[in-house]
């Protein structure tokens, strides 16, 4: 299985209310090789990340050109895929990321209301 998995350090931004200090968070990208939508999904992700998660998360890419059978799992349709599998519940993106606001909402990255 070959994956990519990459743990980036801490952002200069404010530390985000909705994640607890303690939780990382464990994010898998589903790509079909180095395709223009691929990378512009890592990229948009990791800005992302480090935007929101301070350093509190790990991606794991999934080429499926190479591992066709690893997106049997997570019923992998289309390409790029983001699935987040922790914490639960899993939540899934499809698409290069592009819309920031809604890959924030999608992964609930929003701050919660006391």
Not at 66 to 72: S, W
Request: glycine fraction near 6%.
């Amino acid at each position: 299985m070959k994956t990519i998995k990459e743990k980036v350090g801490i952002s200069n931004q404010q530390d985000n209310p909705a994640i607890p200090d303690n939780e990382e968070w464990i994010l898998r990208l589903y790509v079909a090789g180095q395709s223009p939508k691929s990378i512009s999904a890592f990229k948009n992700l990791k800005t992302i990340c480090e935007g929101q998660l301070n350093g509190r998360y790990k991606i794991e890419v999934i080429d499926l050109l190479i591992n066709p059978h690893l997106g049997k799992d997570d019923q992998i349709l289309a390409i790029p895929t983001l699935i987040r599998k922790f914490p639960e519940p899993v939540k899934k993106i499809i698409g290069d990321l592009s819309n920031s606001d809604k890959v924030i909402i999608g992964l609930d990255l929003l701050p919660r209301n006391k």
